[in-house]
């Protein structure tokens, strides 16, 4: 089957999760008296994960992030071959998204994007906390990790006890992340919504993005692994046929759903 519709609901996923997400930091947190704040910024997040997850999970599986991709790989819940398009529609997601709030915050007299941040993410002076480099890689590698481990557990089949809330289970998971975090690293854990914030920020952006790119992948990638090993149904390898799709002849009843919502079409 076709990687195109897959590919697309990554990509609209992906662009809601920063428009959503980046924009309630940039519009919303800060307005005076009525900002919203960390924990509306962090549930802003949470709510485009939910949101999408039921829209668009039962289309692409719902990850809206490479590290997830890279995570469900390690847990054998995700085809080799799908990996490189669905992180470019991840990339062009958020890059879309990110220039849609570029243009809106243009818009107001005396928008500076170097001087505002634009929710960009960041360790020693742009760390909103001022947190080193080893704290904040620390930080994204341990959040990450976990944020697998939710993922996975709450789809993980017949022994899972979220059937029909893994979406609810694993947003309210990412609300917890930015709670966290957002005063060590403006939070990432993705690093497709760290790069699009940084393309727009430059200079110290791009030079910090390294960063936001190594430690969610590896803190993906190890929880996958461990839960492969922790769980106690064998996820099996999702194999693949011609088309590129799942071959669920291979997959496990409910293993096929990445995020409870719907099988990899």
Known sequence: MSLAKPCAAEF??????????????IFAA???????????VAFAFGLTVVTMAYAVGPISGGHFN?????????????????LLPYWIAQLLGGV??????????????????????????????????????GSAFVAEFVLTFFF??????TTHGRTSTAAGFAGLAIGLGLVLIHLISI???????????????????????????WLFWVAPLIGGAAGGFIYRWLS??????????????????HVPHRSRCLHGLGRIN
């Open 148 to 153: 697998l481990l939710i993922i996975l557990g």
């Open 96 to 133: 879309a998204a990110a220039l849609v709030l570029y243009v809106i915050a243009s818009g107001k007299e005396g928008f500076d994007v170097v001087a505002s941040g634009f929710a960009a993410n960041g360790y020693g002076e742009h760390s909103p906390g001022g947190y080193s480099l």
């Open 12 to 25: 609209f996923g992906t662009f809601w999760l920063v428009f959503g997400g980046c924009g309630s930091a």
């Open 66 to 82: 490479p590290a997830v991709s890279l995570g469900l790989w390690a847990g054998s819940r995700f085809p080799t071959e799908r």
């Open 30 to 40: 800060g307005f005076p008296q009525l900002g919203i704040g960390f924990i509306g």
């Open 232 to 249: 106690e149904e064998p996820a099996g390898q999702v194999r693949s046929n011609e088309a590129g799709a799942p071959d669920d002849e």
């Open 183 to 209: 005063p060590i690293t403006n939070t990432s854990v993705n690093p497709a919504r760290s790069t699009s914030q940084a393309i727009f920020v430059g200079g110290w952006a791009l030079a910090q993005l």
